[in-house]
């Protein structure tokens, strides 16, 4: 009876430990939901990627998205993305949303932060910048995104993401 108790015991307090952790780690994660916004400027350093779907200025006339880009930094002061989405005409409504930062844990990606993202009205063009406050060394890190704008009534998108980046 006693040996029934003390394993009953036992694994009530695993059950008690494991959760306490898992509550731990949803706070921490909870703290890192919302990014830091700023206004849109180059990256600069050694360690910076950029967009796998990165579109150029095509230089046509017709009313679509051109000049996006996405890049990412990573260093001991946090990770940082430029976010620039363009279009070849003036759009009623132009930006960036669902931004996702994320990073490689036993090979698969994880979410460290997101943020809903930013627009501007009647422009052909929208820049922001987004960064966490901290980063792991060794750790790869990316972001992705969705650039979009309202051109002629119609809504073009365009889905992109960063390679993995470590400091």
Not at 30 to 58: A, C
């Amino acid at each position: 009876m006693k040996a029934k108790r003390k394993k009953l015991f036992a694994v009530l307090c695993g059950i008690v430990m494991m959760c306490s952790s898992l509550g731990m780690a949803v706070s921490a994660e909870e703290k890192m939901e919302k990014l830091i916004v700023s206004g849109y400027r180059e990256l600069t350093g050694d360690n910076i990627g950029h967009g796998l779907y990165d579109i150029p200025d095509s230089g046509a006339k017709a009313a679509t998205l051109a000049n996006c880009s996405i890049g990412i930094s990573v260093s001991a002061s946090g990770v940082e993305g430029s976010i620039k989405t363009g279009s070849t005409v003036t759009a009623s409504k132009i930006g960036v949303k669902n931004i996702r930062v994320e990073k490689l844990v036993d090979g698969k990606w994880t979410l460290v932060g997101t943020h809903s993202g930013d627009y501007t009205t009647n422009d052909n063009a929208h820049g922001m910048n987004v960064y966490t406050s901290s980063a792991q060394k060794g750790v790869q890190y990316r972001i992705s995104c969705t650039h979009y704008a309202v051109l002629d009534g119609v809504t073009r998108e365009l889905y992109n993401v960063t390679n993995g980046v470590s400091y």
